[in-house]
C-alpha cells in the first residue's frame, strides 16, 4: 500500500525561529492534508492542499504532486505552535476513501 | 455549536468487559471515522462509514465493532476480544459534498472531536 513518510520526526525551536517539515508519499493520490495535533490531543485540520501552494497567517504549505512531496513552512514560530503535525493522504473512491496517516513531526518551541 | 463531541473524555475498562464510546456530529457530515492512536504513534483506521447504514473496516478492525444507524451518530465498541485496547481514540468527520472552501462543508476535510482516552483496569 501507500507509504507517507515524515521529517524530521522531531524537531526543536527557538522561539521566532522558522522551519520546514516535510511529507513524502510514494504513490498518486486524490488530495493531501496537514493537521496539528496539540498537547491536549485535539487534532486540526491546517492545509488541504492537493497541489500548489497556500498560506495562512505564519504558516504555509506547498504541494508538488508530480514529484510526490508537501512541505509544511511555520515562520516566527510561537510556543503555541508545538504539537505535533501530521500528513495524511487521501486515497480510494466512493465508499472506500479514506485517509493514510504519517507518523507526524513532534514540535517543540521553547520560550 | 457544530461540531463532534466525544463521550465519555476517559473511560475504564475490566477483564472481558464490553465498552462503547459515543461519537455525534452536528455538521450534517455523510462520512465518519474512528482511529485509534497510540502514544508517540500516528493515526491507525479502525471503521469509517461513508452513508448511514454501511460502513468498512480499516487497518484494525479486530476486536471492534461500529453501527452507522443515524447520519448524527458512530459509535464504537471494544470488544473484550481486543487484548490492548489501552489507546486514545478519536472519532472524525467529512463531507463528500462540494462546499465552502475552508468551512466546516468543505469537501474531504476531515474534522475530528477531543478525543476518548480508554485505559484497561
Avoid at chain 1, 43 to 61: M, W
Amino acid at each position: 500500500g501507500i507509504q507517507v513518510e515524515q521529517s524530521p520526526p522531531d524537531l526543536i525551536l527557538q522561539e521566532g525561529a522558522n522551519s520546514t517539515l516535510r511529507c513524502n508519499f510514494s504513490d498518486s493520490v486524490n488530495n493531501l492534508q496537514w493537521f496539528h495535533q496539540n498537547p491536549w490531543g485535539q487534532l486540526i485540520n491546517l492545509f488541504y492542499i492537493p497541489s500548489g501552494t497556500k498560506q495562512n497567517g505564519r504558516l504555509s504549505a506547498t504541494t508538488v504532486a508530480t514529484e510526490r512531496y508537501s512541505l509544511l513552512y511555520i515562520s516566527s514560530s510561537q510556543t503555541t505552535d508545538s504539537g505535533v503535525y501530521f500528513c495524511a493522504v487521501s486515497i480510494g473512491a466512493g465508499n472506500n476513501r479514506k485517509l493514510i496517516w504519517g507518523l507526524g513531526t513532534s514540535l517543540a518551541v521553547n520560550p | 455549536d457544530g461540531g463532534i463531541t466525544q463521550s465519555p473524555k476517559y473511560l475504564f475498562r475490566k477483564e472481558g468487559q464490553n465498552v462503547t464510546l459515543s461519537c455525534e456530529q452536528n455538521l450534517n457530515h455523510d462520512a465518519m471515522y474512528w482511529y485509534r492512536q497510540d502514544p508517540g504513534q500516528g493515526l491507525r483506521l479502525i471503521y469509517y462509514s461513508q452513508i448511514v447504514n454501511d460502513f468498512q473496516k480499516g487497518d484494525i478492525a479486530e476486536g471492534y465493532s461500529v453501527s452507522r444507524e443515524k447520519k448524527e451518530s458512530f459509535p464504537l465498541t471494544v470488544t473484550s476480544a481486543q487484548k490492548n485496547p489501552t489507546a486514545f481514540y478519536l472519532c472524525a468527520s467529512s463531507t463528500t459534498r462540494t462546499g465552502l472552501a475552508g468551512g466546516p462543508l468543505a469537501k474531504n476535510i476531515q474534522y475530528f472531536g477531543a478525543g476518548t482516552r480508554l485505559s484497561v483496569l
